[in-house]
């Protein structure tokens, strides 16, 4: 395969690589807002320089040269002639990254290999900080740690670009005045900012496993940088339970996908999908980092949990052979850890799996009384299609009627009205 070129070059090296990148400037400048903004002005300038003088010997050493050309220029124009300043300084001859050169044969103290694994975590850290709003959170992991376009991002979530590039500034802002330091957390802070990370990771999974809005069920590209988001958290932090249960689960949930949906697009029910279609590749990569959360020795976390369920899923013939009561006891413990309506429905579902729809109508019944998810279609929807097994048609074409009102994704609500047409 020939290697690319131009600007395919720039843009090749710079998903790989920015997040190295930014987390190498941001550990040399000690302002993360700034070395976003450096390490944007050095991609532009490979934008403009590779295509007309060739790609250098060293992209991702020339895109960090210029991003500390860049610092330079701009400690300069502050007037801060701090130690930073000559630490960028050092090794830098006048225009030298400027002209697109090759970086300092003489090597580069910022591209210190046994630092960049660090530099990335605490990229992951610091874009996934609490201080953030969760949409903030979510865009500034996609542009710094995803290597994600500003454009790219508001094609996934279906937004203005102008509103990603709002909420990354305002994040960068956030950021600075909370003065959140540069690093990755140690002792009780890391525990508790992980999760914020993981959360953020599985966010813009769930974004791509079942689109919210839109045409698409699937958003494949979503989903996989969420993958490629969790690999790299369980390379950096490989003895962490949490993080290899999430991996876990991304991996069985998108081992699904190629039988998620049908040749013109529409939803395949459980019950329904070809499981030789299922990606057996992705599964054993699920299950290995399953058992590799389980001999950590801490026990699972709400992830680990999820991800036994999804494992439950996997190794099944079909949806007749699952074993739903041991679904059934995952899901309570589940309940135990990480409480939600969300996954008292689900356990209504494996309920109704394993003993039958009368044994799940009242735990979906509560859920109801206590007005539990109140905007989201998956509780009728569910409690519809108890009702359609226990023969209530009336009652249950209400409850789905209620669910294509709530839903956002075209699909879905076809599927929805499909169900609705079997009721007569």
């Not at 700034?34 to 895109?63: F, H, K, M, N």
């Not at 508001?154 to 709002?166: D, E, G, I, S, Y």
């Not at 041991?326 to 589940?334: G, T």
């Not at 539990?372 to 097994?389: D, F, K, Q």
Request: a positive charge; hydrophobic letters at 45%; proline letters at 5%.
């Amino acid at each position: 395969m020939a290697e690319p070129t131009g600007r395919a070059a720039v843009a090749a090296v710079w998903r790989i690589e920015s997040a190295r990148i930014v987390g190498a400037l941001a550990r040399g400048t000690g302002d993360f807002a700034l070395a976003e903004d450096l390490a944007q002005e050095a991609l532009a300038e490979a934008l403009v320089t590779w295509p007309r003088e060739g790609v250098p010997r060293s992209p991702a050493g020339w895109l960090l040269t210029v991003g500390r050309r860049r610092a330079v220029d701009a400690f300069r124009r502050r007037a801060a002639l701090d130690h930073r300043y000559a630490a960028f300084a050092r090794g830098l001859d006048d225009g030298g990254a400027y002209a697109g050169s090759e970086p300092s044969a003489t090597g580069d103290l910022l591209w210190d290999p046994d630092q960049l694994d660090d530099d990335v975590l605490a990229l992951m850290f610091i874009s996934c900080h609490p201080v953030l709003s969760r949409q903030a959170r979510v865009s500034l992991t996609l542009r710094v740690v995803g290597g994600l376009t500003s454009e790219e991002i508001a094609r996934a979530f279906l937004v203005p670009t102008a509103t990603v590039q709002a909420r990354i500034t305002r994040a960068k802002k956030t950021l600075a005045a909370a003065r959140v330091p540069f690093e990755v957390p140690s002792g009780r802070e890391r525990a508790e900012r992980l999760g914020s990370v993981l959360s953020v990771v599985y966010l813009i999974f769930t974004e791509g496993s079942s689109a919210s809005s839109g045409s698409d069920l699937i958003r494949v590209d979503l989903a996989g940088e969420a993958q490629r988001l969790a690999r790299v958290l369980a390379r950096l932090m490989p003895t962490e339970p949490e993080v290899l249960g999430l991996l876990a689960l991304l991996e069985l949930t998108a081992a699904r996908f190629p039988a998620r949906i049908g040749p013109d697009g529409e939803p395949v029910l459980l019950e329904h999908q070809n499981r030789g279609r299922w990606d057996q590749a992705a599964i054993r990569r699920g299950r290995a980092a399953l058992t590799r959360a389980q001999r950590v020795g801490r026990g699972l976390g709400a992830y680990g949990v999820q991800a036994a369920i999804a494992e439950c899923h996997a190794v099944a013939e079909s949806v007749a052979a699952t074993n739903w009561a041991r679904i059934v006891l995952l899901y309570e413990a589940l309940g135990r850890v990480a409480p939600s309506p969300v996954v008292e429905l689900n356990r209504a579902v494996a309920v109704s799996m394993a003993q039958g729809p009368t044994a799940a109508l009242p735990i979906v019944d509560e859920l109801v009384a206590a007005k539990s998810l109140p905007t989201s279609h998956l509780l009728p929807s569910v409690r519809g299609e108890l009702l359609t097994r226990l023969g209530r048609a009336e009652e249950a074409r209400a409850e789905l009627a209620r669910a294509i009102g709530l839903c956002g994704n075209k699909k879905e609500r076809a599927l929805l009205a499909r169900k609705i047409a079997d009721l007569g």
